[in-house]
């Protein structure tokens, strides 16, 4: 497998050519003092440097030798506890940490390529960090001042890790039947009992503790979601000074055996009467949890990019140097006994189709990330409103598209490679392995489209959606003539896409199947149209360098893949959304 190189040109073409990221941090106070495009600069250097130095290079070892369990403890692979000093050190685990804490305050778009760089070095790895990046969000919005004095700071310093505990052995997707339960104590704990099931980073040897939230019942909490009550358990007690005291009633009974990702721990976590303390009031468990949510559900859509930009690294490479057969118009290398597999038309597709799909979700999960940080930092409120209506519908479309057209991109480079792709010394089938979860947990990809098309497109009536088609068609018809090859078919694309989303609207009143029916194929087609959004911006930002430089070029041919060959794709998705639900309910039960 080629060495990973953190692609830190088109990240700086995303952030300040197509999107002028350093604008936006100007208007916003809170970012105004810490972050500038130069600083900006210095840290994705610099963390192109650690995934790429301490922790690309256990990515293989990390996957051969998986982690291990022995009566309740947790080994990571060789390597994995002094590459995650070395991160922690850098000050990574907190960089988009509240400073007030001991976190770098970075915003969501800087972070966000952070996350791709290490999801693309060692996505087993990452995970560790993520998990523990998103127990500290939901601590800082919800928990109290005290729990959080207690726990972030060492959690930000990545001396402490964090874990989320919410799935069970019945209850994944439902998780209003969670069967934990927690009992008040007369000091203001709890004692925490069940079993919740894989869990990442659940125990592990990188961290001397482990913060758990834990998803709980009290003992009178109301049936299904409004019951669920959300507790953070350490797994060593810590006591008043800050200093570690005696071990909780909390263990790991075993480890999974996976398909991927083999160097994260998936862990059985029994809680049995272990102590924990209530964050935020009872029964607001899942709203906590939602907090962190639409951070983690683009960080996992992150993963399916960063597997696509890690594959098609090694894709290039390999199609370059491997020589098979003739070009069709005659022989390009006549020194060889073969041209190299670059010329054939079928690889150039499944290259480009990785390329456009990479780069566009770059864009993409760089935009996403820019909303959440207006949503968070905007001291104007009907700016900081439509932003978070943004973020709440573009959520499930960042965590599902990415993540299937992550699996697609490695598929393809693993295609490219021939045999050698199927082979593991290659490194393209362990990408495909390691990738598929992202389409899995978090909520499924089927859940998310549901959440798209049910909740942020029917339950806001349209209301969301319109901030994004109003953006995309102020664009498109402001955009000049020497544009118009590509806002041409982006026109058409929304318009398509405003007349499916009335269609939906439409027949979610009159059956409720249809929803369902139709979501995940307009998720697709929601992606698409996202997408040739953010190739026709990426197309404005080249145009006219191409001549200076064959990035820009380069550009601006990708671009024209893009919309002559994938976003076509959604005339038949389009087709397939209408066709509605009437199909999918004629066998019963018995006749499948
Ligand atoms: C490697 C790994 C790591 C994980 N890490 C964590 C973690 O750190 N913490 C944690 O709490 N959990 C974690 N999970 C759990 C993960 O989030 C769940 O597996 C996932 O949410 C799905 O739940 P489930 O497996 O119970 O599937 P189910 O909920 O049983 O779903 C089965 C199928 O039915 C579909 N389905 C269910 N309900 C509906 C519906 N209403 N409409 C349409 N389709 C539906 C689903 O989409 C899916 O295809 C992890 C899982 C794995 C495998």
Request: proline share 4%.
């Amino acid at each position: 497998m080629a060495d990973y190189k953190a692609p830190l040109r088109d990240m700086q073409f995303v952030l300040n050519e197509v999107f002028e990221v350093a604008k936006l941090w100007a208007e916003l106070p809170a970012l105004a003092e810490t972050v500038d495009a130069d600083t900006a600069a210095a840290i994705l250097e610099e963390a192109g440097k650690v995934t790429a130095g301490s922790i690309a290079p256990l990515n293989r070892s990390g996957d051969e030798e998986g982690c291990q369990w022995t009566d309740g403890a947790v080994s990571t692979p060789a390597g994995f506890p002094e590459a995650y000093r070395t991160y922690a050190e850098g000050g990574w685990v907190g960089v988009g940490g509240d400073p007030e804490f001991g976190g770098m305050g970075m915003p969501k778009a800087i972070s966000a390529q952070v996350e791709e760089m290490v999801h693309s070095a060692n996505m087993s790895f990452g995970l560790y960090p993520m998990l523990t990046a998103g127990a500290c969000l939901s601590l800082n919005a919800h928990a109290s001042e005290e729990l959080k004095q207690k726990y972030l700071p060492n959690m930000y310093a990545g001396v402490w890790a964090g874990s989320m505990c919410l799935t069970e052995p019945h209850a994944g997707t439902d998780l209003g039947i969670i069967r934990t339960k927690a009992e008040p104590q007369a000091d203001g704990s709890y004692r925490i009992s069940g079993t919740k099931i894989f869990i990442t980073g659940g125990e592990h040897d990188l961290t001397e503790n482990i913060i758990h939230l834990v998803l709980a019942k009290l003992p009178d909490a109301p049936a299904g979601p409004k019951g669920i009550s959300l507790f953070v358990v350490p797994k060593v007690l810590v006591n008043a000074d800050g200093s570690l005291g005696e071990r909780n009633a909390v263990s790991c009974g075993s480890i999974e055996h996976k398909m991927g990702i083999k160097g994260s721990a998936t862990c059985v976590m029994n809680f049995d009467g272990a102590t924990g303390w209530i964050v935020d009031a009872p029964n607001k468990g899942l709203a906590a949890m939602f907090t962190m949510m639409n951070y983690e559900r683009l960080g996992v859509g992150i993963q399916g990019l960063a597997a696509g930009e890690r594959s098609y690294q090694s894709a290039v490479e390999y199609a370059r140097e491997r020589i098979q057969s003739r070009a069709p118009t005659g022989p390009v290398a006549k020194d060889k006994a073969a041209d190299p597999i670059i010329v054939h038309p079928d690889v150039r597709r499944m290259l480009l189709t990785m390329k456009a799909l990479n780069e566009g979700g770059r864009a993409f999960s760089s935009y996403v990330a820019m909303q959440l940080d207006t949503a968070k930092f905007s001291e104007d409120a009907t700016t900081r409103k439509r932003a978070e209506e943004l973020v709440a519908l573009l959520t499930p479309v960042a965590k599902a598209f990415l993540t299937d057209v992550g699996l697609e991109a490695c598929v393809h480079g693993q295609q490219i490679f021939g045999g050698h792709g199927y082979i593991r010394e290659w490194g393209q089938e362990q990408l495909v392995r390691d990738v598929r979860i992202a389409q899995i947990y978090e909520g499924t990809n089927g859940i998310q489209a549901l959440d798209l098309a049910g909740r942020k497109i029917v339950a806001s009536g349209g209301a969301f959606y319109k901030h994004f088609a109003d953006e995309v068609k102020a664009f498109a018809n402001g955009a000049g003539a020497e544009l118009a090859e590509f806002v041409e078919p982006l026109k058409a694309a929304i318009a398509n896409l405003d007349e499916l989303t009335a269609w939906l609207l439409e027949q979610g009143k009159a059956n409720p199947n249809e929803i369902g029916a139709a979501s995940v194929e307009y998720l697709h087609v929601f992606g698409y149209t996202a997408y040739a959004y953010m190739w026709a911006l990426m197309a404005r930002a080249a145009q006219g360098k191409e001549g200076q430089d064959e990035f820009y070029a380069s550009k601006l041919g990708i671009a024209r893949f893009f919309f002559a060959r994938l976003l076509p794709r959604i005339h038949s998705l389009t087709a397939s959304v209408k066709a509605g639900s009437e199909s999918l309910y004629l066998l019963d039960a018995a006749q499948f």
